[in-house]
């Protein structure tokens, strides 16, 4: 399986380049592959978003601020306070008119994000609708901890952002979407012994390394997709928390040894760098890495 190409810029419909906006981040670059998303001021504008394949959420970070949106022909104006949600779904077009500045957090989301938990190969986007404006506190959270992986320098491990992504996707389906009486009743299933071994044993050998949540689904043979919504089930922890757990306690190994610096038992651990280390490790322990290392003598 190769690795899915990242989600770049000359994916989205670049609205925010036309116009202006004044962006203060975005994931170009990160090798983000199921979302992009970018944080900005927006200028006032009146543009067309044109149908793509993906998706595309609009929070908004600040207001309240009136808009104009002309969605099938018919116009409609709307007075968006903050924490609002707009919503595009993929294969719809949407013409848009922005009446004041705005803060905003853009994010585009793959349109395999929507497939069918049943049947991967049917997407559910041609059953959303368009949202245009309303508030919902889940969307809000999740996007506000994207847009957080941005601002405040977080690791560019699409590890951490696609759970994420998946979640921002389920939760359009749980509130746009109507499932039929069929879709009801399913069945939980769960990765075997096996196969949890063999993404233990993958992770402790790359735990130096970025690890994507495709490799750690191509190791036990399932999608990445299927491999998301079951491993949570099987291990009681996210993929991205499962691999912290075991950074920590390699560099916990590492601190009880004179030999590496912290520094480098932060890159040894996969941390990008000593803070990131000093940072999760606290939020883990309780203590800093000094602390604990002195604390082992």
Excluded at 60 to 67: A, D, E, F, I, K
Excluded at 157 to 185: E, Q, T
């Amino acid at each position: 399986m190769q690795p899915k190409p990242a989600f770049g810029i000359e994916d989205t419909h670049r609205i925010l380049d036309q116009f202006q906006a004044n962006i203060r981040g975005s994931s170009e670059g990160l090798g983000w592959s199921s979302a992009f998303a970018s944080i900005q001021r927006e200028r006032p504008y009146d543009g067309k978003l044109h149908a793509l394949s993906d998706s595309l959420m609009v929070l908004h970070r600040g207001g309240p601020v009136n808009l104009t949106y002309t969605v099938d022909g018919k116009s409609v104006v709307r007075h968006i306070p903050k924490g609002g949600v707009f919503f595009l779904p993929g294969g719809h077009e949407c013409d848009v008119a922005l009446h004041a500045s705005l803060d905003s957090t853009h994010i585009y989301l793959r349109s395999d994000l929507f497939a069918d938990e049943e049947n991967a190969a049917r997407s559910l986007v041609g059953g959303l609708a368009p949202i245009l404006g309303e508030r919902d506190a889940v969307l809000e959270s999740l996007a506000t901890a994207i847009g957080d992986t941005i601002i405040e320098g977080l690791p560019a491990s699409s590890l951490f952002v696609d759970p994420i992504a998946k979640a921002i996707a389920n939760r359009f389906i749980a509130i746009n979407y109507h499932k039929s009486a069929s879709d009801s009743g399913k069945q939980r299933y769960q990765l075997t012994n096996r196969q949890m071994e063999r993404v233990r044993d993958f992770v402790e050998a790359n735990l130096d390394s970025d690890i994507r949540l495709e490799m750690m689904a191509r190791v036990c043979g399932r999608s990445t997709e299927y491999f998301v919504r079951i491993f949570k089930a099987t291990a009681g922890v996210s993929p991205y928390q499962y691999v912290l757990n075991l950074r920590i306690e390699r560099a916990k190994a590492l601190l009880g040894h004179d030999g590496p610096s912290i520094a480098e038992v932060a890159l040894q651990c996969g941390f990008s760098h000593q803070e990131h280390l000093t940072r999760m490790f606290r939020r883990f322990t309780g203590v800093t890495p000094g602390r604990y290392r002195l604390s082992t003598r």
